[in-house]
């Protein structure tokens, strides 16, 4: 991400907090999103960048999620709204990590350690018994603690802390060492039934600091401060974990695919189907699917993107289903908009319910893992609308990682499905998968990061091949409508909005349904003003005065040197024009353009 696209922090003014106040469910969700989540999202940027830098070792371990259940779930009770929103720095083997949490219940700013998971609590206690000196400094400094305890417990540990040493007599010999004084991790470690911890630091909302810019500062220094501890925490887990930390990472898995069918047979396959694209193209899409899981296609909206992955896939099984049949080994993801991390493609874990919530990806994948002998291919579509660098984190990992796991944020080495079916966790990521995510370049998307495009293989589908659409086109073809389409297609190209093949064959449909309803002519001058010249818009530069002045001496029948400048044109020349309502829209824009510098369809 460039520097100026950074998000910037600029405190949790009253306005942001009160975010966590808004009445009803989905009615605080959608305020926590606008107002609350980009706060949180500079935070966890700055602290990227400063983590980099102070850790470069262990940090590229870590993963930041962002909370993604929009309700506080209370069983078979309604759900409440949401009382806290938070991000979460962990990585595996899970079971501790750090979270930045906003809580609207406690009116309160957090900061803290978050231990959830048994095991983990005897890693703590290893690290604090083989460097109490090491580690007490923090222990002192850290101001907010929670752990189940009995009071009566922590009233006496308060008052042997307090309890002055007792005189010593003129001549006694000195006394041993006295035993170091106890603290809350000490109470903590020596509670049997506590296994949850959370410590760290808490900042009032009536705090001044809070609402302002700097306050990112005390944010990091405090994670900065708890990061150390959490590493160590986890590198104890890794040491006592020899199967996953250790045997399976000196077994690499390389991503060799099943058998496939020769290529010239794939190529053929997708031909059949009426698909107009380049062999070129196909070759290098099989090449980079098999050199790694993860391929990337940009583009135009409408070249095909989406459908080159069901093609291809249909191509190299074996009984590829007809057209419009279904495909077990196959699925198509929809990306949404507010996507902010793995949960949201794999599922979660209900730690009411003890039972994990698959999502139809991570269905797909077992069934993957369970038929090892064939290929399986994913689409994510639009992959880009979220950022995919939050919510793929973990399959980028088990991409790049010897062991290929997958951590689902559940407690144990296998968790229940609510359907009944039994994961291991982490559960393994099947090498027969592959993945491709189709994206659009627009406005409405995100850019890709260098973590995402270092991990696949990027395949641009932006070239419009007219002719040999045409020859794979099935349907009637309007010659007239047609070589308009031909003439039309270069000119809005050379603007930077060229269409894809999905828009030709929607205009060349239009046309065809219309016989005997309207003209072949006004049928395509409506579609031209319907699908093409609303893309159309921009600052005044020569590429963009020269694409609408050709386009409207097309439009028109006239070249430039008949009207001049937009506004001379005559309303007589637009009633003789071919396409006259396209005409006359074009001529409004040129004349806009001409104003005022800048020129779209709506204005």
Not at 276 to 294: C, E, F, G, S
Not at 356 to 377: I, K, N, Q, S
Request: charged share 25%.
């Amino acid at each position: 991400m460039a520097k100026s696209e950074q998000p910037q922090f600029t405190g949790f003014s009253a306005g942001v907090l009160a975010a966590l106040e808004v009445p009803g469910v989905n009615e605080r969700w959608a305020a926590v999103q606008e107002r609350l989540h980009p706060q949180l999202l500079a935070l966890s940027e700055a602290l990227h960048a400063e983590g980099a830098v102070r850790f470069p070792r262990a940090w590229p371990l870590y993963e930041v999620s962002f909370r993604s259940l929009r309700y506080v779930n209370r069983g078979q009770l309604p759900p409440l709204p949401l009382d806290a929103y938070h991000f979460a720095l962990d990585r595996p083997p899970r079971g501790c990590g750090i979270a930045v949490t906003v809580s609207g219940d406690e009116r309160r700013i957090i900061v803290a350690l978050n231990l959830s998971f048994r095991p983990r609590k005897d890693d703590l206690r290893r690290v604090w018994e083989s460097g109490r000196a090491i580690w007490l400094p923090l222990v002192e400094q850290v101001r907010e603690t929670r752990f189940a305890e009995r009071r009566e417990a922590r009233r006496q540990g308060d008052a042997e802390a307090r309890k002055p040493a007792p005189p010593r007599e003129h001549g006694a010999a000195a006394p041993a060492a006295a035993a170091p004084a106890q603290t809350w991790l000490d109470r903590y470690l020596a509670t049997r039934g506590a296994a949850y911890l959370l410590a760290g630091f808490a900042y009032s909302w009536d705090d001044p600091r809070v609402a302002q810019p700097e306050f990112a500062r005390q944010i990091i220094d405090d994670v900065m401060a708890l990061f150390p501890l959490n590493e160590a925490i986890m590198e104890q887990a890794e040491e006592l974990d020899l199967y996953d930390a250790g045997v399976l990472r000196e077994r690499r898995s390389s991503y060799t695919g099943p058998a496939l069918p020769p290529i010239e047979a794939i190529v053929e396959h997708i031909h059949k189907r009426g698909f107009a694209i380049a062999d070129a193209t196909i070759r290098a899409y099989h090449v980079a699917l098999q050199t790694k899981p993860l391929v990337i296609l940009p583009g135009i909206s409408g070249t095909g993107k989406t459908r080159l992955t069901r093609l291809y896939a249909d191509a190299v099984l074996a009984g590829a289903p007809q057209p419009g049949g279904e495909n077990d080994h196959y699925l198509l993801v929809a990306v949404q908009p507010d996507w902010h991390n793995a949960r949201d493609l794999l599922g979660y874990y209900n730690a009411l319910t003890a039972k994990f919530h698959p999502t139809p990806f991570l269905r797909f994948l077992m069934r993957a893992a369970a038929d090892p002998a064939a290929p399986y291919f994913v689409c994510l579509d639009e992959m880009n609308l979220a950022r995919p660098e939050y919510y793929l984190a973990p399959i980028l990992s088990a991409i790049e990682t010897e062991d290929h796991l997958l951590d689902l944020g559940a407690p144990g080495a296998s968790v229940e499905t609510v359907a009944g079916e039994l994961l291991p966790n982490p559960f393994r990521l099947p090498l027969n998968v592959r993945l491709t995510g189709t994206v659009n370049v627009d406005e409405s998307s995100h850019t890709l990061s260098d973590k995402l495009i270092d991990r696949a293989n990027v395949i641009e589908l932006t070239d419009v091949d007219l002719a040999a659409f045409r020859r794979s086109y099935r349907e009637p073809v309007d010659e007239a409508a047609w070589a308009a389409i031909a003439q039309i297609h270069p000119i809005v190209a050379r603007a930077g909005q060229p269409f894809g093949y999905r828009t030709i064959a929607e205009m060349l449909r239009y046309v065809d349904q219309a016989r005997g309803i309207l003209p072949p002519a006004t049928a395509l001058d409506q579609q031209i003003k319907q699908k093409i010249l609303p893309k159309l818009r921009g600052d005044d530069t020569p590429r963009l005065r020269r694409a609408l002045s050709a386009l409207l001496e097309l439009l028109l029948g006239q070249p430039q040197a008949a009207w001049g400048k937009a506004a001379a044109v005559e309303p007589e020349a637009l009633a003789e024009a071919p396409f006259p309502e396209s005409a006359e829209k074009v001529r409004r824009m040129l004349e806009r353009l001409d104003a005022e510098g800048f020129t779209d369809f709506y204005g």
